[in-house]
């Protein structure tokens, strides 16, 4: 069967059949062909970048230059999979900045574009779609706020979180969001979340009720040991393995020297 595009419409339909969505990131050609290969229908340039391929310690380091240009590497893969980029830290502060952004993002070669946030930036959301460009939402912790929060904290546990949530998931929909991403939230709000709106929910670190999950790629693949996720498992030792097959190759390397 020849592989089909997906698209948003595509997202929602499966939502709609039930069928769970798995997402991950990618910030690179290989990694996304890898990915789509393996029939991912979701990839996320995500501004996870900043930690795990730019070395910074949160995402507020990331820029709009460093977004186009993992972005343009990941669209070169030609995915059959929806490439959406994150829009970084301070690019949509204004409806102006925020369509102007993801106006380049998507021609840096996302197909959507994902922020953070439900009814604070309602009115960028309200004009990116206006634009003509999908929007994917992202509530819960939002780790471009990680500053003033002080640390990666679950949400949902209080009535006025839960509220709020509810209230930002609605706002987010009637904006015109085809998805939105759930981060650390409480497992019974997000199953709350996902029975209540039509579009699908993607979860991370937020329960197995979530229309889908998305991880951080290199989470998945264990090649981040410095990092401590009670979120992920990852299903590789890939650190691990680099580290054995490089310290093999040296020995090899060494050992025809030695000849
Ligand atoms: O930047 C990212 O990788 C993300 C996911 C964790 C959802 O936003």
């Known amino acids: 069967m020849t592989p089909t595009k997906i698209t948003p419409a595509a997202l929602r339909a499966m939502k709609s059949r039930g069928e769970k969505i798995a997402a991950l990131t990618a910030y ?3 990694m996304a062909r890898l990915l789509d290969e393996a029939g991912v229908p979701f990839i996320l340039v995500g501004d996870s970048l900043s930690m795990v391929v730019l070395g ?4 507020t380091h990331v820029t709009m230059a460093d977004m186009e240009h993992h972005t343009r590497a990941v669209a070169r893969a030609k995915p059959q999979a929806l490439v959406v980029a994150d829009m970084p830290f301070r690019s949509y502060e204004t409806v102006t900045s925020a369509v102007e952004n993801a106006k380049r993002l998507v021609a840096a070669g996302a197909e959507a574009v994902k922020a953070e946030g439900g009814r604070a930036i309602i009115e960028q959301v309200r004009a990116i779609v206006a634009a003509g460009i999908p929007f994917c939402g992202h509530l819960g912790m939002l780790p471009q706020h990680v500053l003033e929060e002080g640390g990666y904290k679950v949400k949902g546990k209080i009535e006025t979180e839960h509220q709020a949530l509810l209230a930002d998931a609605d706002a987010l929909v009637a904006a015109g969001a085809f998805a939105m991403v759930l981060e650390l939230v409480t497992r019974p709000v997000a199953a709350e979340i996902t029975k209540r709106i039509p579009i699908p929910t993607i ?4 329960g197995a009720d979530c229309d889908g999950q998305i991880l951080v790629t290199p989470d998945l693949l264990g090649m981040l040991p410095w990092f401590n996720l009670k979120h ?3 299903k590789l030792n890939a650190a691990e393995q680099m580290r054995t097959v490089v310290r093999e190759w040296m020995d090899e390397v060494k050992a025809a020297r030695a000849r």
């Open 28 to 30: 690179d050609c290989p």
């Open 203 to 206: 979860g991370i670190g937020a």
């Open 232 to 234: 992920v498992k990852p």
């Open 56 to 59: 910074f310690p949160d995402t």
